[in-house]
């Protein structure tokens, strides 16, 4: 079993940044890949990036790639997503997700996580 939890969402305006951690306890060791991923109102869920168990690769969907970044946590088991020049049409719940039963090399759909965070949620008011 893996657990993960989100935090560090919130209210910001365009154009600001922010922080999202994904804490991960559990059967870490059984993880292959990390992902973050978010749903607005209506919408279905939106892959946005992952990164390996190991942090040597990454991946991330083009309506993020060059604003977000996704990395592994200075703590221990925690995977991080820097979220830069948000725009309102980021606004969502974003969710941090675990796969272990995909070892790669792309894993982008959210049917190849098998753990997910309770999400949080980001709001970003132009």
């Known amino acids: 079993q893996v657990r993960l939890v989100e935090s560090g969402g919130g209210l910001v305006q365009a154009g600001d940044s922010l922080r999202l951690a994904c804490a991960v306890s559990g059967r870490s060791d059984s993880i292959y890949f990390m992902g973050w991923f978010r749903q607005a109102p209506g919408k279905e869920r939106e892959f946005l990036a992952t990164?390996?168990?190991?942090?040597?690769?990454?991946d991330y969907a083009d309506s993020v790639k060059g604003r977000f970044t996704v990395s592994r946590g200075n703590a221990k088991n925690t995977v991080n997503l820097q979220m830069d020049s948000l725009k309102p049409e980021d606004t969502a719940v974003y969710y941090c997700?675990?796969?272990?039963?995909?070892?790669?090399?792309?894993?982008?759909?959210?049917?190849?996580?098998?753990?997910w965070g309770q999400g949080t949620r980001v709001t970003v008011s132009s």
């Open positions: 990164i390996s168990w190991s942090g040597g690769s990454t």
């Open positions: 997700a675990a796969s272990t039963v995909v070892a790669g090399p792309i894993v982008r759909w959210p049917e190849e996580y098998d753990y």
